[in-house]
């Protein structure tokens, strides 16, 4: 069969803008335990790092082909357009999703491989949550698949990619970092309610109500800052990681849109799972920065 998509187009189908919701439980996690003067494997964090990202894209276009054929995405659909604009198949995206699943996969039993057997049960938690998303966002599931698949699970799983062994400490991490990426899906779901509805399916977002929805939120993107600073004050932070203060303006302003979601609906939500995709990027950047620097004085006191 013959493909007449350019390497962008298939790479805008895997929903490219999302990936920081994957990307940045490695980084984070291996800068924390340089800080911690763990000694992390940097190529293995390299290695995770890409195979994290396939599995994502997988799952991106694994969501999009469930979505298409359960009705919930349509001519109208804001969101993922690669089906709905007639620009792919049903099938294509489906043979897309196979290939980046088979391919994340096979690198990750070469990791499993090199890094030890309890690599698999990681990555098969996160394969068994990855194939099961759609019907578990059906379900009201969805924030809760996420939080696992994209928090717990790639920070204790890098931690012992890098290390040798699960770095407990790594569970710090997990609400800060967790809870804006569970806000990308939350915002997304908000804005989506009334073809979610329409396709008869009841996401967590449909299922407490638009003004419930919008506290859930700002609690997603607000509480990450709170965390941090109350780690940094009781030292299991270093106090260097309050500069992600700086992005407090980028979650409040999205925080503000939602709260208007009640009265202006889907179009107060137009967007805001992009920028709170951004939001994560800075915000796990920036607590990166903390990290590393915090690890290169450790390791040079001179300075």
């Not at 293995?44 to 890409?50: D, E, F, R």
């Not at 469930?66 to 049903?90: A, H, Q």
């Not at 799983?157 to 062994?165: I, Q, R, W």
């Not at 992005?247 to 992009?274: C, F």
């Amino acid at each position: 069969m013959v493909y007449n998509h350019s390497i962008k187009a298939w790479l805008i189908a895997t929903r490219p803008w999302s990936f920081p919701a994957s990307a940045m439980p490695v980084v984070v996690c291996t800068a924390y335990l340089y800080g911690l003067e763990k000694s992390p494997d940097w190529l293995m964090a390299l290695w995770t790092l890409v195979t994290i990202l396939l599995f994502h894209a997988a799952g991106n276009t694994w969501s999009d082909y469930n979505d298409y054929k359960k009705g919930v995405d349509r001519e109208d659909t804001i969101g993922g357009t690669s089906i709905t604009s007639g620009e792919f198949s049903l099938g294509e995206i489906k043979r897309l999703s196979f290939i980046l699943l088979g391919v994340s996969v096979l690198s990750g039993l070469m990791i499993a491989a090199v890094a030890g057997l309890p690599v698999l049960y990681f990555g098969l938690a996160g394969f068994i949550l990855t194939i099961l998303y759609p019907w578990l966002k059906y379900r009201a599931l969805g924030d809760v698949d996420i939080l696992l698949t994209y928090s717990l699970l790639p920070l204790l799983g890098t931690s012992y990619v890098v290390t040798g062994a699960i770095q407990w400490e790594a569970c710090w991490l997990v609400l800060p970092i967790g809870l804006i990426t569970v806000g990308i899906l939350h915002s997304n779901n908000m804005r989506d309610s009334n073809q979610d509805r329409r396709a008869e399916i009841e996401t967590f977002a449909m299922k407490i109500g638009a003004r419930a929805s919008a506290v859930i939120y700002a609690f997603e993107v607000l509480f990450p800052f709170v965390a941090v600073a109350v780690c940094a004050v009781a030292g299991i932070f270093p106090i260097l990681s309050l500069i992600v203060f700086s992005a407090v303006k980028i979650a409040w302003n999205n925080a503000l849109m939602a709260m208007k979601y009640q009265q202006m609906g889907m179009e107060a939500m137009r967007g805001v799972d992009e920028r709170t995709a951004q939001l994560q990027l800075i915000f796990s950047m920036l607590l990166s920065v903390s990290f590393l620097i915090s690890g290169f004085l450790a390791d040079n006191p001179i300075f």
